[in-house]
C-alpha cells in the first residue's frame, strides 16, 4: 500500500463470507477503497457476501472505521441479508461512497454504512457515523428490510454530508426504529436542485411499516431549497419523506421548517413531540450532551428502550433494557422538577429518560 495512493488498496479490508456466528471486535478498519464493479463497488471497509443464506447472529463491536471509499454503496460498512445480528460501538468517521458515472453526475448511497434487505432483527447500538460523505444517505443508506425489525438505539449522526438525506436516507423503511438517537448538524442539498432531507429522506412504500422516530432528536440540520419556482417538500432542514405515511414521530424533538400558515405534518405527534432547540450543551462543538434547560429532559418515553441485546454493561443480562446512552453513562436518571415524558414501564431507576442519545447526569 502506497502512502497517500488509493490506487494499490484492498477493494474491502474485511470480508464477511455467509453463514453464522460471526464475532468481529475491538478493531481499526482503514483506507479500502471499493472503486471496481459490482460486489467491489461496495463495502471499503467491512463487506458482506450474501451467498444463498445470507447471514445470521453476526455481532460487530468495539470498531472504527475510518478513511475508506465505495463507488456504489457502504464506504465504510455494506452489510446484505444480515439477519439476528448486532452492532454496538461501532464509530464510522470519514468515509465516503459516490462515483461520477457522466461528466458532473454522480451516484453512491451510504458514506458511513449501507443496508440492503436485512433483518429480521437487526439492532445497532451506541454507534456514531460522523463525517461520512454520499450522494445518498451521507451517514446511512438503507433499502427495504426482508422482516423488521431494524432498530437503531442510542446512535449519532453528526457532520455528514449529501444530495439527499445528510443523515440517513432511507427507501421504503419497513418497521426502521431510530430511538433515543441524535441527528444533528449534517448537511444536504449543497447545490441548487439537489433532494432534501438534511437530517433524514424517507421515500418508496410503507410496506411492513413506518420509519419511526422514538425519543429521538432531529435539529440544527441544513440545508437548500428545490429550484426557484418548485414548491420544496415540507422539512428541508430535517425530515423530509415523499408520503406522510412514512414517518412516525412520536416523544421526539424535530425541527419543523413550516411555511407561512402550515401545521405540523401528520407524522408528528404534537402530543408528545416538541419543535423547539433542544439546548445542546454546545451544539458547535458537537458537544450533543443536553443543558440543565434543555427541554428534552425527562421529555422521552422509556418505552423506547430497547433489551440490552449487546451487553453494553457486561453483565451478561440480556434481558435487562439498554442501561448506558452513548456517553457511557447511566441511561435513566431523574433531573428533579421536570417530568414531561411518558412513563413506559420500561424503567431503570424510577425516572423518565432524556430525548436523544445522551442522559443529562
Known sequence: MTPMDRSDDAFHVVTLESGDFTILDGFRIVSGNADDTAGDAVGGGLTTVAGTGGHNSIRLSNLTLEGNHADARGGAIFLSRVANSTLSRVVCRGNTCFEEVSAGVYTGQGGGMSLDQCGPSLFTF????????????GGLHQ?????????????????????????????????????????????????LGSAGGAGLRVEGSVGNGPLELLSSIVYRNSGTFYSPG??????????????????????????????????????????????????????????????????????????????????????????????????????????????????GGNTLGGAITDMGAFERQ
Do not use: K, M
Open 126 to 137: 451506541n454507534s456514531v457515523f460522523d463525517g461520512n460523505r454520499s450522494i445518498q444517505g
Open 230 to 343: 418548485s414548491t420544496p417538500l415540507q422539512n428541508p432542514n430535517a425530515v423530509e419523506t415523499s408520503n406522510n405515511s412514512l414517518v412516525d414521530a412520536s416523544s421526539s424533538c424535530v425541527q419543523l421548517a413550516l411555511y407561512a400558515g402550515a401545521s405540523p405534518p401528520s407524522w408528528f405527534d404534537s402530543a408528545t413531540c416538541i419543535q423547539v432547540d433542544p439546548d445542546f450543551t454546545n451544539g458547535p462543538t458537537r458537544d450533543f450532551t443536553l443543558s440543565a434547560t434543555s427541554p428534552c429532559l425527562d421529555a422521552a418515553n422509556d418505552a423506547h428502550l430497547a433489551f440490552d441485546l449487546a451487553d453494553l454493561d457486561g453483565n451478561s443480562d440480556s434481558s435487562e433494557f439498554v442501561p448506558l446512552d452513548l456517553g457511557e453513562s447511566t441511561r435513566e436518571i431523574d433531573t428533579p422538577g421536570v417530568s414531561t415524558g411518558i412513563d
Open 143 to 191: 433499502t427495504q428490510p426482508n422482516a423488521g425489525p431494524i432498530r437503531f438505539q442510542s446512535c449519532l449522526w453528526t457532520d455528514n454530508i449529501a444530495q439527499s438525506g445528510g443523515g440517513l436516507f432511507v427507501s421504503n423503511p419497513g418497521n426502521t426504529e431510530l430511538a433515543h438517537c441524535t441527528v444533528a448538524y449534517n448537511i444536504v442539498g449543497t447545490t
